[in-house]
Nanobody
Framework: VQLVESGGGLVQPGGSLRLSCVASGFSVRPYVMKWYRQSPGKEREWIAGIAGAGGGTTYADSVKGRFTISRDNTKNTVYLQMNSLKPEDTAVYYC??????WGQGTQVTVSS
């Protein structure tokens, strides 16, 4: 099982990024998939999740209305579209399968 995140980088406040999480060794189709983030000196926090069957989504209040989680089962990939980014969104972003496997993370820095 492997999860590989990509798409992070440096973006100005108000900008957008799309993160990708490519899964291998299993099919994402039946699993709840989640995004977390961790800022320096803070605990890792859950920010978004997407269900397997049906694809229902949930979000932390801090990102609701700005971030969108989605999945493409044909590409075995989960995405996080991030809009209206703020400096406080700066963090390492992690993909997670349900409550077990983690990816290695991708850095997002929001700064002018």
């Amino acid at each position: 099982v492997q999860l590989v995140e990509s798409g992070g980088g440096l973006v100005q406040p108000g900008g957008s990024l799309r993160l990708s999480c490519v899964a291998s060794g299993f099919s994402v189709r039946p699993y709840v998939m989640k995004w977390y983030r961790q800022s320096p000196g803070k605990e890792r926090e859950w920010i978004a999740g997407i269900a397997g069957a049906g694809g229902g989504t949930t979000y932390a209040d801090s990102v609701k209305g700005r971030f969108t989680i989605s999945r493409d089962n044909t590409k075995n990939t989960v995405y996080l579209q991030m809009n209206s980014l703020k400096p406080e969104d700066t963090a390492v972003y992690y993909c997670r399968r349900s409550d077990d496997y983690w990816g290695q993370g991708t850095q997002v820095t929001v700064s002018s």
